[in-house]
């Protein structure tokens, strides 16, 4: 079974390195239904093609910053978020961010 398939939560990993910051590396079925993405079209991609641009730009700093300084600001905590829809509307979502090794 893929991590995250058969639930009604859409589920997104990305990479975080010094390499590969915020690359989407598994997305299940439920990102088609929820913002109307195909996974196949995701993977490989950066994270912020899925948030609106005053997001998206700023993103992969915050990123980053976490990196550098492992300060939790967002971990765990669920919250409300917009994001941009395969067909470019912007959809708001839950959005709960969990760190696995």
Same mark, same amino acid.
């Given at each position: =079974?893929? !991590?995250?398939?058969?639930? &009604?939560? &859409?589920?997104? =990993?990305?990479?975080?390195? $010094? @390499?590969?910051?915020?690359?989407?590396?598994?997305?299940? %079925?439920?990102?088609?239904?929820?913002?109307?993405?195909?996974?196949?079209?995701?993977?490989?991609?950066?994270?912020?093609?899925? =948030? *609106?641009? *005053?997001?998206?730009?700023?993103? %992969? @700093?915050?990123?980053?910053? !976490?990196?550098? $300084?492992?300060?939790? #600001?967002?971990?765990?905590?669920? #919250?409300? =978020? *917009? &994001?941009?829809? &395969?067909?470019?509307?912007?959809? $708001?979502?839950?959005?709960?961010?969990?760190?696995? *090794?």
């Amino acid at each position: =079974m893929i !991590f995250g398939e058969n639930t &009604a939560v &859409a589920v997104i =990993m990305i990479a975080l390195s $010094t @390499k590969k910051v915020g690359e989407i590396i598994h997305a299940n %079925d439920e990102i088609y239904r929820i913002l109307g993405y195909k996974r196949k079209n995701l993977i490989g991609k950066n994270i912020n093609v899925i =948030m *609106p641009g *005053p997001i998206g730009m700023v993103h %992969d @700093k915050y990123l980053r910053r !976490f990196l550098e $300084t492992a300060k939790n #600001r967002i971990i765990e905590e669920i #919250r409300q =978020m *917009p &994001a941009l829809c &395969a067909d470019g509307y912007i959809r $708001t979502v839950s959005l709960c961010i969990k760190l696995y *090794p």
